[in-house]
């Protein structure tokens, strides 16, 4: 749905900002830039949307280079979200949330509507906070507003710069959960820039990882984890890779890769889990010695065994060792 086509960036001199960058991103899908301060993400999602002029390439977006798009048309399609929320400091928070709507000539009672609607989303009572001023809600109510603001109108595309950067660690990540959510029922296409490995592993269909404006890898976070392409990957997810790809994975895969153990009754330590949770959680319930085994319930609250800290090793052992190299020798002997 959106391609980029050896985009580049240069702002002034011969240093690139952005260099040479290639990638598609599904209808649907959030896709992380994800990179130290300096790397070019900003630069290459504000081009998106034409707050930066590119260089070389080109941008498109369901086939039409956005080039030749008129510039106001082309905002009204995406929302844009940034991490200092950009709320108007004079308007209530109704006239906050329905600044595009009535630019585009949107009536009282569709504007009211749609204000109520977006501010449920994000369970605000539309009618307490209607008349008040964004200085009077707190940080993280401020950016939720912000985030409401830039869908308003409904456009398939958002652009998130860091919008949850300036959160205090709890409620940025209720807000992302909250956010995951709604995408969940609105189904956007995003475009998303963070510098945080663990928002990314998170939040993401799909990282864009970068150094210098250039990509390193593009993948699913699962891809990036367990197959680092180079150096520079393996360094920035950093040596605990195999426990964030943990987070990734619930105890109902592993009961399908190799199975749960049998209960051990004479352990009197057990703790009762959903067999939805992830693995990372459940490896800390065990680690923290919470418990010396974890008793896994499926849907309908039925026993389906137990899970052991040996076991969601051989696990992540059997998961780290998979390289796609081996899948193609496999398929090249069978032919
Ligand atoms: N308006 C600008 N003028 C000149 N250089 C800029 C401008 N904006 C960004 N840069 C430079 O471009 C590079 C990438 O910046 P940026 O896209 O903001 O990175 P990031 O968002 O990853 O921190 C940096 O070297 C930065 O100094
Ligand atoms: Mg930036």
């Known amino acids: 749905m ?37 790397c070019g993400k900003t630069t290459l999602l504000r081009m998106v949307n034409r707050l930066e ?74 009618m307490e906070y209607r ?12 950016q939720r507003i912000g985030v409401i603001r830039a869908l308003a109108a409904d456009p398939p595309v958002m652009l998130m710069d860091e919008p949850f950067g300036a959160l205090d660690p709890l409620i940025r990540e209720k807000i992302q959960d909250e956010f995951l959510q709604i995408q969940r029922e609105v189904k956007k296409t995003i475009l998303f820039v963070s510098h945080d490995i663990d928002e990314a592993i998170k939040m993401a269909d799909k990282i864009v990882l970068m150094r210098d404006g250039e990509i390193m890898q593009y993948g699913t976070p699962s891809d990036i984890l367990i ?9 920035f997810i ?4 195999a426990i964030k790809h943990l987070s990734l994975r619930t105890i109902a895969q592993l009961q399908e890769e190799i ?14 889990v959903n067999i939805h949770e992830n693995l990372k959680d459940t490896l800390a319930m065990l680690l923290n010695q919470e ?45």
Do not use: C
Not at 11 to 36: C, M, Q, R, S
Not at 131 to 142: I, M, T, V, Y
Not at 297 to 304: C, F, S
């Open 2 to 38: 959106i391609s980029f086509k050896h985009v580049s960036k240069s702002y002034t001199g011969t240093e690139k900002a952005v260099n040479d960058v290639n990638f598609e991103v599904e209808k649907g899908e959030i896709v992380i830039f994800l990179g130290p301060s300096g």
């Open 53 to 126: 002029t590119i260089s070389e390439g080109s941008v498109l977006i369901n086939g039409e280079d956005i080039g030749n798009l008129n510039e106001i048309e082309l905002r009204r399609n995406i929302g844009y979200v940034i991490q200092s929320n950009g709320l108007f400091p004079n308007m209530d928070i109704e006239e906050n949330v329905t600044i595009v709507p009535d630019l585009l000539g949107w009536d009282k009672k569709k504007k009211h509507n749609r204000y109520k609607e977006l501010m449920q989303l994000i369970g605000l009572d539309p």
């Open 131 to 142: 008349k008040r001023f964004p200085n009077e809600l707190s940080g993280g109510q401020q």
């Open 227 to 235: 197959h680092p392409k180079n150096e520079y990957v393996s360094q």
């Open 238 to 241: 950093g040596r605990d890779r």
């Open 259 to 272: 199975g749960l153990v049998e209960i051990d009754q004479s352990i009197v330590d057990s703790k009762q």
């Open 291 to 335: 418990a010396d085994q974890v008793i896994v319930h499926d849907d309908n609250d039925e026993v389906q065994g137990a899970i052991t800290i040996d076991r969601v090793q051989r696990y992540l052992h059997l998961e780290m060792r998979q390289k796609p190299s081996q899948t193609v020798e496999k398929e090249k002997v069978m032919e």
